[in-house]
C-alpha cells in the first residue's frame, strides 16, 4: 500500500526555520515526482514546490512569488524523503503542508495530476 508521511512542522516564530519530510512507501516506480502544497484555514490549497527523480526542481506559480529564496524542495532517493526546507518564516506561511507523489513520471506535473497524498502536518508561525 503507497504511503506519504510528513513530518517535522510545529510552531516557529517568525523568522524562524523548519524542515518538513516526506517519506514515501510501499510504492514499486522507479521514478516518482514529489510535489509540497499548503492550505491555510479558509484557502484552498495551493502548490508551493516539486522535485522529480533528477531532482530537478519547480516552484508552482501561485506561491512562487511568496516562497522563492526562502522555502527549499531536495530529495534522498536512497532514502525515499523528499524534504521542504522553510526559512525566514513568516505568519502567513502558517498552514497544513501536504506532500504528494506522481508516479512513473519524470517531470512535475500540474497539481490536478497527483497520484497519492499525504496526512499533512501543521505549520504555525506566531510570536
Known amino acids: 500500500q503507497v504511503q506519504l508521511v510528513e513530518s517535522g512542522g510545529g510552531l516557529v516564530q517568525p523568522g524562524g526555520s523548519l524542515r518538513l519530510s516526506c517519506v514515501a512507501s510501499?510504492?514499486?516506480?522507479?521514478?516518482?515526482?514529489v510535489g509540497w502544497f499548503r492550505q491555510a484555514p479558509g484557502k484552498e490549497r495551493e502548490g508551493v514546490s516539486c522535485?522529480?527523480?533528477?531532482?530537478?526542481?519547480?516552484?508552482?506559480?501561485e506561491s512562487v512569488e511568496s516562497v522563492k529564496g526562502r522555502f527549499t524542495i531536495s530529495r534522498d532517493n536512497a532514502k525515499n524523503t523528499v524534504y521542504l526546507q522553510m526559512n525566514s518564516l513568516k505568519p502567513e506561511d502558517t498552514a497544513v503542508y501536504y506532500c504528494?507523489?506522481?508516479?512513473?513520471?519524470?517531470?512535475?506535473?500540474?497539481?490536478?495530476?497527483?497520484?497519492?497524498w499525504g496526512q499533512g502536518t501543521q505549520v504555525t508561525v506566531s510570536s
Open positions: 504528494a507523489a506522481r508516479w512513473s513520471t519524470r517531470q512535475c506535473p500540474t497539481k490536478y495530476q497527483y497520484d497519492s
Open positions: 510501499g510504492f514499486t516506480s522507479d521514478y516518482y515526482v
Open positions: 522535485i522529480d527523480s533528477s531532482h530537478i526542481t519547480t516552484y508552482y506559480a
